[in-house]
Nanobody, 126 residues
Framework: QVQLAESGGGLVQAGDSLRLSCTTS????????MAWFRQAPGNEREYVSG????????YYADSVRGRFTISRDNGKNTLYLQMNNLKPEDAAVYYC???????????????????WGQGTLVTVSS
């Protein structure tokens, strides 16, 4: 497992942008599948975006494609999520997750990840 810490959440208005960051405990991101999930009150944890273990594939949920961009800086051991044109339905706690063992078909399954951050809250007012 790897220790993860998210930051960058906050209160914004609809149409605004935020960039979330996820830093590791000094360990490299190489070889890890990395993902962003979110969870709104009363809802299940939802996959937002992620990289496969090799970094060769990038995935987005349909609800965020074209508005959110995931990126990683291996030199800084940091994962980012740039969120543009935020909507009230994007409001949730956003979590960073990592796994060295998740297979491609399970990348969207939160149960396949064994390392999680504490989450960062995103609130979007209409």
């Amino acid at each position: 497992q790897v220790q993860l810490a998210e930051s960058g959440g906050g209160l914004v208005q609809a149409g605004d942008s935020l960039r979330l960051s996820c830093t590791t405990s000094g360990r490299t991101l190489n070889g890890y599948a990395m993902a962003w999930f979110r969870q709104a009150p009363g809802n299940e944890r939802e996959y937002v975006s992620g990289f496969s273990r090799t970094g060769g594939y990038t995935y987005y949920a349909d609800s965020v494609r074209g508005r959110f961009t995931i990126s990683r800086d291996n030199g800084k051991n940091t994962l980012y999520l740039q969120m543009n044109n935020l909507k009230p339905e994007d409001a949730a706690v956003y979590y960073c997750a990592a796994s060295r063992s998740v297979i491609t078909s399970q990348l969207r399954n939160h149960r396949a990840y064994d390392s999680w951050g504490q989450g960062t809250l995103v609130t979007v007012s209409s």
